[in-house]
């Protein structure tokens, strides 16, 4: 989308898309479009202030962002694909929470070796996907009621799984995958730059993405020009469910643990961080970058408020206010791209 439009009354002159809006509705777009950049800019000047010997902007503390932001960039990511695509996924942290007991079950009850039980996990992770993609496309239960459904399901399995108790006998070297350095980066974060990446290329530079995108933008008119929609629909699904068991499996690799509800925060989180990247650069449309930046604005705020020594009910309080923050500047964002 270009910023700039020919003007038939001013003679060809090249004049801003903002020139026919009113002053008030031209800053409500460039708050809905930049404002989150902003809000995180100011984020960074408050708790490098408000922190004390300067200890928000160290080096250690900026790569500890992005170490806490991995997993949550990792999820939103799948999530991401899907709501390109037009639908919802409800059920992607309880998926990881699955994921994180079924990879530390399989090694410590099943005995099965660490290489082995991480691809059973994926596998899992991709068929919760299908059956979300198949429940949504071919039984048209809305995606909403279908992946709450299923997501409640796979909890009753975790709980199932583990009787309700920790899993904790895992190898050492299950511990190096999360907490394990290459470079001096911890592992995660490499993997989160990583995937986001490849699902950047996928989006963007391949007939799969154009599918999912077209998918997303116009149903019928994706339908006429011979595009399979709900097998579009499906595979974004099984991204998710990729993208979820991945997640889980790093976090028990991360706590050493498999437990029945420990990504079931991650929805939250990832809606508030894809909500918020729909609404920075573009006009309101889902994409990676965004995700990205929404992540990072959710994590800043954490780690500044945890580094202030604020009580927990607050970080309950910002990531409630921060989501319905990301929903009404994305909001704002799609009504002005369209005047």
Do not use: C
Request: proline content about 2%; glycine content about 12%.
């Amino acid at each position: 989308m270009t910023t700039t439009e020919i003007s038939p009354k001013a003679g060809g002159k090249r004049t801003s898309r903002y020139a026919n809006m009113t002053k008030g509705k031209a800053v409500l777009v460039i708050v809905s479009k930049y404002g989150t950049l902003m809000a995180m800019g100011l984020m960074l000047i408050i708790f490098s202030l408000a922190v004390p010997n300067n200890g928000f902007l160290n080096s250690d503390n900026l790569i500890n962002i992005l170490n806490q932001s991995s997993l949550t960039a990792i999820i939103a990511s799948g999530l991401t694909v899907v709501l390109v695509v037009g639908e919802f996924d409800l059920s992607v942290g309880y998926v990881a929470s699955l994921a994180g007991v079924l990879v530390t079950g399989l090694m410590a009850k099943q005995g099965l070796p660490m290489l082995i039980a991480i691809l059973v996990t994926l596998v899992v992770g991709i068929a919760v996907g299908v059956i979300n993609g198949l429940v949504v496309t071919k039984a048209r239960v809305n995606a909403v009621v279908a992946t709450l459904g299923v997501g409640t399901v796979v909890v009753g399995m975790s709980y199932g799984y583990t009787s309700g108790s920790p899993i904790v006998q895992v190898p050492e070297s299950f511990f190096q995958i999360a907490l394990g350095k290459t470079f001096g980066l911890a592992n995660p974060i490499w993997l989160m730059g990583i995937i986001l990446f490849l699902l950047w290329v996928i989006l963007n530079r391949t007939p799969l993405g154009q599918r999912i995108q077209a998918v997303g933008g116009n149903l019928h008119a994706a339908r006429l020009a011979g595009i399979r929609t709900d097998r579009t629909k499906i595979i974004t699904f099984m991204i998710a469910g990729l993208m979820a068991a991945i997640t889980g499996i790093m976090l028990s690799s991360l706590l050493g643990s498999g437990t029945a509800a420990a990504a079931d925060s991650y929805l939250m989180d990832s809606f508030a961080a894809v909500f918020l990247g729909s609404a920075t650069l573009r006009d309101g449309e889902f994409h990676i970058v965004g995700t990205l930046i929404g992540v990072l604005i959710v994590n800043v705020g954490f780690n500044g408020l945890s580094q202030l020594g604020t009580p927990v009910f607050w970080q309950y309080i910002f990531k409630g206010g921060i989501l319905v923050a990301a929903v009404a500047l994305s909001t704002v964002a799609r009504r002005y791209s369209k005047t």
